[in-house]
């Protein structure tokens, strides 16, 4: 009685959005359509709302954490980057070059370079929003920092590579909302008007009770840097983070963390435990492996099965499928019933030629941000970081498995002390093996 | 005459009923009135002060983080030790204040025994988990610290039922041997007076001895035990026996040497200081195989003596885990074999060759305090008192050996003081597995709880009867521990466990 009492009362004051368990006691209770706001879905916005002036701080700013950048001024009016960090300074001359030819110079002296760069960039305090984009090892860290100096935060996922980052997250996400910080994560298909009108769809009962479900990100191999001679051991790991599982946290977090979301937002919870398997067939740099297949038991005879590779010349496809007892459907626009016949379909918006597109107008990339605007500007709170949270740690649970080759519950991992890396993070040698793991090793969870 | 004394008596009832209705009417005017102002005045500081004449208790709060802090804010008495309004507050109010007004009037403050009502066991009765977090609706502010911020997070997340005060139980009373932290100078702080050992005792003969421990200024006793049969276990007739003492098992044990104290506290500081991993990573199991480099305890959470002091008080609160690394690494350090006693073993050395309820003579009934009985009169503890530390005598604490009197073999606190880990796993049908004679028998082969033997200080008298079994409790025995994973090392919610060290007699002496 007392627990349920206090979670009761946890619920009623911690602001965090309608998590996980909302939506799922929503699916289970009723089969009438119910609102956005009860579901916890992000607004779909044309744009985001006037109000004061923004300005961001971008830290990490390679492909992505420029992107990211780029989004955030393309979101609406008055939204401005003023700062960057980054512990290269490469990379932070080409971030600025890439502004400065928008014409929207960043002032030389606002940008920081080294591993406490992002300390400095926070502690400016013009700086509004900080836009999190290192690899994300560094991400718990970051994200404290960032309360702690009371901005708002977009991050991207996944938002950690281990359980002692996770937990981290989770109850930074709880101080952000005890003082009203906003947090939006790079989940980006939860901002797809697609992905969340066929979600209401499946709430609404249209493919009757959820029985299974797949995940699956197939592609061909990804980037990789080998060695350059004047590297010492930690500027060569960082140069090459999507390689190493202490900085990326294998590519079944960088990237299938995306699917893994879409399927405990669609079942409504995370995933009780966890078996598969997974290697290193054709990898050529780092310690990470290149194919998973992992079965994520959600209780009650409830699997999905996730699979990602990243091998050259295999079947490639990306997308998730999530089977009912009276249909199934992609997530992603389309409801079949058990037969294999359409039932509904989500409709594209026209291009000039009345003929519909395959894509929403704005992409997700940035409704996103103007989710974030929109939170900021009309009070309308949003806080994503603990529903991002227990998504990575689900790929870190299904990750953990196929390194073990054990099952792993939820409840060791997340009670897991794992602490991926070294422990002090500088530039110099690393006094550190980094071997792929082999099955059947005995691991410390 | 009957007549007249039938209308006297219907008069007194008459009159009685009168007041009662007047009595009644005032009563209910003055509350109709008053109401609020009698409700408030009654949970007012100083109206309980002045019925709870444990003027501690008020100087505790003055010092504590609820009165004496940076705000100036005071946290008076029944914002904690009653629930907020709306949540059971006249309920719980009535229900304290009759339970006040009967200790006011019928018992001696001098008499109760504060110190046990401050165990948390007791205080989660009074102290009310809505009135904590009526108060601290944010569990975490921006600037509490990451083992606050994961400790929070394990309350909001546990399946257990955890109350506020297993962790802050004295916030609002101060104890300046709790802490609330990681007590890292744990075993730290030595002071050497004499000479350290630097051998163990060279044994030749079997026959008691006194083991010195390599490395330290510390010596045990202990006490041979010949080889022999008995019955373990209690006869079905035996007082308020438990049924998985039984049925009665013949069993032969060879010799063996048993400590003459359970582990003391410098014993156990010797092992720690010589082993202990400040930082190490929980969760590493020690394995027999790696015993050149034994890992021993991390620094425990607060103060495992509970305050109490150390030196020849028993050790309490490590683990089954932490209790059989300390054999294994007194046997690397003595060349000799240590470990913890088999259920068999633990019991026979208990008897002392006597085959009843205890090692002395007495019936557990007139010892037991519970019972209807014994809402009337009080326990006999003559006889057992002076033998056992238990709930009647303990003051809810350990105590040191030289307390009680030995049993038959020597040994002290077999029965009570703290509960001692056996070798075995638990199964309650140990016994009835095998009904033949049993030469040094063991228990299960796998199980998830070890045998726990003897009774502790909080036991009654019933279970420290030499029969009498128990076991670990894992899991209920580490709900407070905020690190994830728990320490194998430290329970945090157990502190009447210990332990005592079995010498096997090993070939060399068996001449």
């Known amino acids: 009685m007392e627990n349920i009492d206090r979670r009761k009362f946890i619920g009623k004051t911690a602001l965090a959005g309608i998590g996980l368990a909302g939506a799922g006691a929503i699916i289970s209770a009723c089969k009438r359509k119910p609102d956005s706001q009860a579901l916890g879905l992000p607004p779909i916005l044309k744009g985001a709302p006037k109000g004061k002036k923004l300005r961001a701080g971008l830290i990490g700013v390679g492909a992505r954490g420029t992107g990211a950048a780029i989004n955030f001024i393309s979101a609406g009016p008055d939204l401005e980057i003023i700062a960057l960090a980054d512990v290269f300074q490469d990379k932070i001359d080409a971030c600025r070059e890439r502004f400065a030819s928008f014409k929207l110079p960043i002032p030389a002296e606002n940008c920081f370079t080294g591993f406490d760069g992002y300390k400095k960039l926070m502690a400016l305090p013009d700086v509004d929003v900080v836009i999190l984009a290192t690899p994300c090892k560094f991400r718990p860290e970051h994200f404290l920092e960032a309360v702690n100096t009371n901005k708002h935060v977009f991050m991207e996922k996944p938002v950690a590579v281990d359980p002692v980052g996770i937990r981290s997250i989770i109850t930074t996400a709880k101080k952000a909302a005890a003082i009203g910080l906003c947090v939006v994560t790079g989940t980006q298909r939860r901002h797809q008007e697609d992905y969340i009108e066929t979600y209401k769809q499946v709430v609404g009962g249209a493919i009757g009770r959820i029985t299974s479900a797949k995940a699956f990100w197939n592609q061909d191999h990804v980037w990789f840097r080998e060695r350059e001679k004047e590297w010492n051991d930690m500027e060569y790991m960082i140069r090459n983070w999507n390689n190493f599982c202490w900085l990326c946290g294998d590519h079944i977090l960088d990237t299938h963390v995306h699917n893994i979301d879409v399927i405990n937002w669609f079942l409504g919870k995370h995933p009780e435990k966890a078996v598969g398997y997974g290697g290193r067939a054709r990898r050529v740099t780092g310690d990470q492996y290149d194919f998973f297949s992992i079965d994520l038991d959600y209780g009650n005879g409830v699997s999905s099965h996730s699979m990602c590779r990243q091998i050259d010349s295999c079947s490639n496809s990306t997308g998730e499928l999530v089977m009912g007892t009276e249909g199934y459907t992609n997530c992603c626009n389309t409801i079949w019933d058990l037969n294999g016949k359409i039932k509904w379909q989500f409709e594209y918006p026209k291009d000039e030629n009345g003929n519909p597109m395959n894509a929403v107008k704005i992409p997700p990339y940035v409704q996103e941000h103007m989710h974030l605007v929109h939170a900021i500007r009309t009070g309308n709170y949003v806080n994503e970081a603990e529903t991002t949270a227990i998504s990575t740690l689900t790929a870190i649970m299904a990750r953990t498995a196929a390194y073990t080759g054990r099952t792993v519950t939820w409840d060791d991992i997340f009670k897991s002390d794992m602490d991926l890396g070294p422990k002090k993070i500088e530039f110099g040698p690393v006094d550190m093996v980094f071997e792929t793991p082999v099955p059947g090793t005995p691991v410390a969870l | ?511």
């Not at chain 2, 610290?145 to 997070?153: E, F, I, P, Q, T």
């Open chain 2, 1 to 511: 005459m009957s007549l007249k004394n039938h209308q006297g008596q219907t008069f007194v009832s008459r009159k009685t009923k009168a007041i009662f209705i007047v009595v009644g009417i005032l009563i209910t005017l003055v509350v109709l009135i008053s109401g609020k102002a009698v409700v408030s005045y009654t949970s007012s500081d100083k109206y309980c002060v002045s019925c709870h004449i444990h003027p501690m208790a008020d100087q505790s709060w003055k010092l504590s983080a609820h009165y004496n802090n940076r705000t100036g804010h005071i946290v008076h008495c029944a914002e904690c030790h009653l629930p907020p309004e709306g949540h059971g507050y006249l309920l719980a109010k009535a229900k304290h204040g009759f339970k006040d007004v009967y200790g006011y009037l019928f018992k001696d403050s001098a008499r109760i025994n504060w110190e046990e009502k401050k165990l948390l066991d007791n205080a989660r009765g009074f102290v009310y988990e809505k009135s904590c977090l009526g108060c601290h609706q944010n569990l975490f502010p921006v600037k509490l610290s990451v083992d606050g911020s994961n400790a929070h997070l394990f309350y909001t997340t546990s399946k257990e039922p955890l109350a506020c005060i297993n962790c802050h139980l004295n916030v609002g009373h101060y104890d300046k041997n709790a802490l609330h932290a990681h007590n890292t100078n744990f075993g730290v702080a030595v002071t050497i007076n004499q000479a350290n050992y630097s051998e163990a005792t060279h044994v030749e003969k079997f026959e008691n001895f006194n083991e010195k421990i390599p490395g330290s200024n510390v010596s045990f006793d202990m006490v041979a035990i010949p080889g022999g049969k008995y019955l373990m276990g209690s006869p079905d007739n035996e007082p308020l026996r438990n049924s998985d003492e039984g049925p009665l098992r013949k069993v032969t044990l060879s010799r063996f040497w048993i400590a003459r104290n359970e582990v003391t506290w410098d014993e156990y500081m010797a092992f720690f200081r010589a082993t202990g991993s400040q930082g190490r990573t929980e969760g590493q199991v020690v394995t027999k195989k790696n015993v050149d480099a034994i890992t021993g305890a991390t620094p425990p959470w607060g103060a495992p003596d509970q305050g109490w002091g150390k030196g020849s008080r028993p050790a309490i609160t490590m683990t089954w885990h932490a209790a059989s690394v300390y054999c294994q690494w007194l046997s690397k350090v003595t060349g000799k074999k240590y470990r913890l006693p088999t259920e068999a073993e633990w019991e026979y050395a208990c008897r002392a060759e006597t085959q009843t309820p205890y090692f002395f003579a007495g019936n557990p009934k007139n010892f037991t305090s519970t019972g209807l009985f014994r809402k009337l009169f009080k326990p006999d503890t003559a006889g057992i008192a002076s033998r056992v530390v238990y709930k009647v005598n303990s003051s809810s604490k350990t105590k040191e050996p030289q307390s009680v009197k030995a049993n038959p073999f020597g040994l002290k606190n077999m029965s009570g003081n703290v509960a001692e880990f056996c070798l075995d796993f638990y199964s309650p049908d140990t016994y009835k597995r095998d009904t033949t004679e049993a030469v040094n028998p063991r228990g299960p082969d796998s199980g998830q709880e070890h045998v726990i033997r003897g009774g502790s200080f909080k036991s009654d008298a019933a279970d420290v009867r030499s029969a009498a079994r128990d076991f670990t409790k894992t899991k209920a025995w580490l709900v407070t521990d905020p690190q994830m994973p728990k320490s194998i090392w430290w329970y945090s919610d157990c502190i009447d466990v210990g332990f005592r060290v079995v010498c096997e007699a090993d070939n060399s002496t068996q001449k």
